[in-house]
């Protein structure tokens, strides 16, 4: 059939044909269904599949990989990479060739622009009804076999003969000139049975800094529950100028992936935010966000204020014990936190208990008033976090009528298998003296006094603390005025360590880092800040509570994961009010010093004053 019979556009070259205007990002996957109208496209070649071909320049207009059309068209010449899709300018890494006399294009290439799935495995590559043998370079056409010279391979890259893949797809192939040739194929149509990934930006081209307000809406086809996603390229906001690709794969409750979906968007102009600006903008509390300058920001210097006063009973030597016996033994009258924070070392299961004996020679009322209680795990971090939570989210009320020598247990743990671990955090109130007794028994024995009588005193481990320190209450006051500033919080220096007494051996202690003390803090001139948390120690995962006018709210800190990094600190809080109130206890398991920064939360003169509050 001669060529001319084929039909289609005038003889024009590719730079004839670009479009006129601008030209926008079309991004191809070699999976996906055909490209939208414009865009510069570059396409890259690999081994096996065509990953991805990521392309240049946009414009304001509809965005997206999914075609409008039913066909997608490509338009080649001989010997020149330029060629187009659907009217959108592409460049090919291999020209299409005459090769032994046939029209000849890169398989992978082309498979990808025109969005057709190209599946194989063990030198076999399938395109619709064509089956190529990479290995022989012979094809078949719904099991016919195809001449010699079909399939080639040319500097590593496999070409297939123009007119068999028009034939393999039901597509027209068609040319003027016998040198620039428009293959139209009717777009893929996929599986039926997969999810289906879809999503918008609220724009398609964005100022540096400027924030990216992404809309979900994929679908299955069944209704079946998208059960998961996947991003590549997404950010909130971009800070570079350029062109970025957006894609996500969805998967059902049944298992099965979709194919990519992408958009294209482009950031240019002047920058709205700086990432520091950003962070302190849209950042939700518990997220970690960059500060290089953080550690260069001039302390704020708290005073102290009268507030209550009444002690710490620590637990933490021996943290490993290794046989039953008490850990820690005083007395007390009145309000008193315990903290106590162990691993089971026993090689067996074990129990933590913290036994409360009346002394008194009337009936004594033990209450508790907040108990946050994290057992068992083998993670350490996370001990100290969950029971900071659980400390603030509790109510209280729990009573004990001890009549006079009574023993009864004020906390019991969970059974812990060996190795792992339990920390407690509780206040108590009581109505008369009691001596109270933090126990580690194997799980077999029950904590009676005729067992306890028997017990020994374990002796410390020489690397941990264990006493009763006054002071369980440490409160503060500072004023705001130059922004940044810091709060350095459990450094030893700035904050000192709380000093008490090992009521087992009447030795002196020191509590390096505080660990148990609630940290009173009122801030005033918080109005129009942010408040962030930098770990100056190492890991940290611990909580606040804040206080901000009627909005009483636990921080999980951090959101996710751990605190590392004194330059990437966690967003707190950002205050409404002019007085904001924060609770914090250092966690256990968590490392020492932190400071508390506050910034300026206003937008900075020179970075605009756009805020997006939509987020779906």
Do not use: C
Not at 11 to 33: I, V
Not at 108 to 132: F, K, M, N, W
Not at 177 to 195: K, S
Not at 514 to 531: F, I, K, P, Q, R
Request: positive net charge; charged residues 15%; hydrophobic residues 35%.
């Amino acid at each position: 059939m001669p060529l001319r019979s084929l039909l289609s556009l005038p003889t024009r070259s590719p730079a004839d044909q670009r479009p006129r205007g601008r030209t926008r990002l079309l991004t191809l996957l070699a999976l996906l269904a055909p490209p939208t109208q414009g865009g510069v496209l570059t396409v890259g070649l690999t081994t096996g599949l065509t990953a991805g071909l990521i392309a240049g320049l946009t414009t304001s207009h509809a965005q997206g990989v999914t075609s409008a059309f039913g066909s997608v068209q490509l338009t080649f010449t001989l010997d020149q990479t330029g060629t187009f899709v659907n009217g959108d300018p592409a460049t090919l890494l291999a020209a299409p060739r005459v090769v032994g006399g046939r029209t000849m294009l890169p398989l992978r290439e082309t498979a990808a622009l025109l969005g057709q799935p190209l599946p194989g495995a063990a030198g076999q590559v399938q395109l619709a009804r064509l089956s190529v043998d990479t290995r022989q370079n012979s094809a078949s056409l719904n099991g016919t076999p195809q001449p010699a010279g079909t399939v080639a391979t040319l500097g590593g890259v496999l070409y297939v003969s123009a007119r068999t893949l028009a034939d393999a797809l039901n597509a027209n192939l068609s040319t003027d000139d016998g040198r620039t040739f428009t293959l139209t194929a009717l777009r893929n149509g996929g599986n039926p049975l997969i999810p289906q990934a879809r999503f918008s930006t609220d724009k398609t081209t964005y100022a540096p800094g400027e924030r990216v307000v992404y809309t979900e809406y994929p679908f299955d086809p069944d209704g079946a529950d998208i059960t998961a996603r996947r991003w590549t390229g997404r950010q909130d906001a971009y800070f570079q100028p350029g062109t970025y690709t957006i894609s996500l794969t969805v998967t059902n409750s049944r298992g099965l992936q979709s194919q990519p979906f992408t958009r294209t968007i482009r950031v240019e102009g002047t920058p709205i935010d700086t990432p520091l600006t950003y962070a302190l903008k849209y950042a939700l509390p518990g997220d970690s966000f960059a500060d290089p300058q953080v550690l260069s920001y001039p302390s704020a210097t708290p005073t102290t204020a009268e507030g209550p006063s009444y002690p710490l009973l620590f637990s933490d030597s021996p943290e490993v014990p290794t046989q039953s016996g008490v850990l820690y033994q005083d007395s007390l009258s009145g309000r008193a936190r315990l903290l106590a924070y162990h691993l089971n070392g026993l090689g067996r299961p074990a129990r933590l208990y913290v036994m409360a004996r009346n002394l008194e020679s009337r009936p004594v009322e033990v209450r508790s008033e907040r108990l946050g209680e994290t057992a068992p795990t083998r993670i350490e971090g996370i001990l100290g976090q969950v029971t900071l939570l659980e400390y603030f989210a509790s109510g209280g009320g729990t009573v004990l009528n001890l009549l006079p020598g009574q023993t009864a247990a004020v906390y019991a743990s969970p059974t812990l298998s060996a190795g792992s671990g339990v920390n407690v955090m509780q206040d108590l109130i009581t109505s008369g003296r009691v001596e109270l007794t933090f126990l580690m028994l194997e799980d077999a024995l029950p904590p009676t006094a005729q067992v306890m009588q028997q017990l020994p005193y374990l002796r410390p481990d020489g690397k941990h603390v264990r006493g009763t320190f006054p002071g369980a209450v440490r409160s503060l006051r500072v004023n705001l005025s130059a922004l940044p500033a810091r709060i350095v919080i459990g450094d030893g220096r700035v904050d000192p360590a709380l000093t008490g007494t090992d009521a087992l051996t009447g030795q002196s202690v020191r509590l390096s880092g505080n660990y148990g003390v609630l940290y009173d803090l009122e801030v005033n001139g918080a109005s129009g800040t942010a408040v962030a948390l930098s770990p100056r120690g190492g890991l940290y995962r611990g909580a606040m509570n804040v206080q901000d006018g009627p909005i009483t709210q636990t921080i999980k800190l951090p959101r996710t994961g751990n605190a590392l990094k004194p330059d990437e600190p966690v967003l707190l809080w950002r205050p409404q009010s002019d007085r904001l109130n924060i609770d914090f206890v250092p966690s256990s398991g968590s490392n020492l010093p932190v400071s508390l920064v506050f910034y300026r939360a206003r937008t900075l003169s020179g970075f605009g004053g756009l805020l997006k509050t939509y987020q779906p």
